[in-house]
């Protein structure tokens, strides 16, 4: 059922929240080999402490569970998932992962020489922090922030 507006009038009042979120949990990106992806994150930006969820035939994980706080990010084989080739067009935009502070220059100087695309940076005011964006095997856009000053 679709309710129309009539010009001039004020639009019915939003219904009340069905639910009261307090916390992300985790997000759950489509990859198409785990174990390249679990290399890069955990091998490149450090999220050591992970779980391997479930494997295939020959071993080879295919769904892995990276723990970075109380969030996790899982890792799910897709092996023909393609990120559209316009980045604009994909519906993720980018996960952001909060760092230790360190040289920003130092860092994206060796994520480029890794061979990972880097795709801007961004100094924010309040709280004064400093953001590299990247992406993942899979063109997923990732933030790393770290606060300054």
Known sequence: MTTETQPGTTPPAADAPLVAPFALDHANLHVRDVEASLRFYSGTLGLTDYTVMDRDAQGRPTFVELHVGEQLIFLMQRPDYQAPADRHQRGLN????????????????????????VRG?????????????????DGHGIELEQATG
């Open 94 to 117: 980018h996960i952001c992962l909060r760092i230790t502070p360190t040289d920003a220059t130092r860092l994206q100087a060796e994520l480029q020489a890794r061979g990972v695309p």
């Open 121 to 137: 940076t961004r100094v924010g005011r309040n709280p004064p922090t400093f953001s590299v964006y990247l992406e993942d095997p």
